[in-house]
């Protein structure tokens, strides 16, 4: 994945002697599927880096499905190159499938909450640009109206000195990322654990929610 900090990584793992791993290919897992399945619900939840959002939500009892991909801009079906590119108006997102007799919408944004720099609206950790900038993607007005609560609930908690960032936006067009995106921390599992160290996303996370943080 194009980020800022990519070469800076790949450099000093060159460094270090990991060349060899770079020129081994992991197997890349297929797309997951999309068609509904009986029972479960969508949920959307964009927070920066889509590798490490489809991460976290894979650790929910209840989350059956995540799929990475691109939502919230104006261009038809979107390449990574294109959203990268900070022009199409998308955010990196993940859309899940969950079983709501197993883990509720409000659980689902109690966790979104916490691996998120919920402060943040003008990127996520080192990864600067609207393509990932913090935002829950609602489907219902049922979750729209959960998601405006939570967030109002967090702000008058006055735990935090900043306006909280993240955007509520009613879902659009999910556009799926490419192939080789999907399962990015199983299928380059090594490569995946050194960029989200190297962004500082779990050290931000224990700044931000300390004992509470999810990592």
Not at 128 to 148: C, D, M, N, W
Request: proline letters at 4%; aromatic letters at 14%; one cysteine or more.
């Amino acid at each position: 994945m194009t980020r800022i900090v990519s070469l800076l990584i790949a450099f000093a793992l060159f460094v270090a002697g990991a060349a060899f791993f770079f020129a081994q290919q992991a197997p890349v897992a297929p797309p997951a599927a999309a068609q509904s399945q009986e029972g479960l619900e969508v949920a959307t939840f964009a927070s920066g880096c889509f590798w490490c959002t489809e991460s976290d939500f894979d650790k929910v009892e209840g989350v059956k499905e995540t799929i990475s991909g691109y939502l919230g801009g104006k261009t038809e079906n979107p390449t990574y190159k294109q959203v990268s590119s900070g022009s199409t108006g998308h955010a990196e997102a993940v859309q899940l499938k969950y079983d709501p007799k197993v883990v509720s919408y409000d659980k689902l944004l109690d966790y979104y909450w916490r691996n998120v720099d919920l402060l943040d609206g003008g990127g996520q950790f080192c990864d600067r640009g609207s393509q990932y900038r913090p935002v829950i993607f609602t489907h219902t007005a049922g979750q729209r109206k959960l998601a405006e609560e939570s967030k109002a609930a967090l702000e008058k908690s006055g735990r935090f000195d900043q306006p909280i960032a993240v955007e509520i936006v009613e879902a659009g067009a999910f556009t799926p990322a490419e192939d080789y995106h999907q399962n990015y921390y199983k299928t380059n599992s090594l490569r995946y654990r050194y960029y989200r160290y190297a962004c500082g996303r779990d050290a931000r996370l224990k700044q931000l929610w300390g004992d509470e943080a999810t990592h």
